[in-house]
T-cell receptor, first 114, second 113 residues
Framework: AQSVTQPDIHITVSEGASLELRCNYS??????LFWYVQSPGQGLQLLLK??????LVQGIKGFEAEFKRSQSSFNLRKPSVHWSDAAEYFC????????????FGKGTTLSVSS | DVKVTQSSRYLVKRTGEKVFLECVQD?????MFWYRQDPGLGLRLIYF???????EKGDIPEGYSVSREKKERFSLILESASTNQTSMYLC????????????FGPGTRLTVL
């Protein structure tokens, strides 16, 4: 069965420092992978997605993610973090053949220190 | 601007009450979803619908039912609310086809006393 693991529950990064959030997935075929962000009191917003092709995917707000099939990973990166990036981040994988439902990881909370 | 709205941001109900959570989207999306979000557990899919009057169980459907009589509206029903259903409930919608972006509402924080 498909699953998603986000190993880090909480990460603190200094403003201006680089960021990497980890995501590992379990899926038999080529996965559909997503990163969503949830700011406090808000719903989730899509940052980026990977379906096929170039394994380095660019998203909104300066984020990127790299798909590594050999490591079953889809880590999210940002070269320089801003205080407004403090939020909860969720990795997700496509869950069913119909192409509708997603399985979400448990999330990583990012805190940004000044 | 695309929009998913949920009927309440905060709701307090008593054990045993029947609870309706409403979700409306204005994007003419085929798919709609109800998730439950709990600290440390992430988002868990309760039910989803890919068309009017069609529904599919997600990972945790027990204690919940859904209704989709119109394309834009997807209701989550707690037939007899229990304290373990205290949670944040998120609604989302997406276009039909493979894994299109899901647009989320702001959530309803439900407390069952």
């Amino acid at each position: 069965a498909q699953s998603v693991t986000q190993p880090d529950i909480h990460i603190t990064v200094s403003e201006g420092a680089s960021l990497e959030l980890r995501c590992n997935y379990s899926y038999g075929a080529t996965p559909y992978l997503f990163w969503y962000v949830q700011s406090p009191g808000q719903g989730l917003q899509l940052l980026l997605k990977y379906f096929s092709g170039d394994t380095l995917v660019q998203g909104i707000k300066g984020f990127e993610a790299e798909f590594k099939r050999s490591q079953s990973s889809f880590n999210l990166r940002k070269p320089s973090v801003h205080w407004s990036d403090a939020a909860e981040y969720f990795c997700a994988v496509g869950a069913n053949q119909a192409g509708t439902a997603l399985i979400f990881g448990k999330g990583t909370t990012l805190s940004v220190s000044s | 601007d695309v929009k998913v709205t949920q009927s309440s941001r905060y709701l307090v109900k008593r054990t045993g009450e029947k609870v309706f959570l409403e979700c409306v989207q204005d994007m003419d999306h085929e798919n709609m979803f109800w998730y439950r979000q709990d600290p440390g557990l992430g988002l868990r899919l309760i039910y989803f619908s890919y068309d009017v009057k069609m529904k599919e169980k997600g990972d945790i459907p027990e204690g919940y039912s859904v209704s989709r009589e119109k394309k834009e509206r997807f209701s989550l029903i707690l037939e007899s609310a229990s304290t373990n259903q205290t949670s944040m409930y998120l609604c989302a919608s997406s276009r039909g086809g493979n894994y299109n972006e899901q647009f989320f509402g702001p959530g309803t924080r439900l407390t069952v006393l």
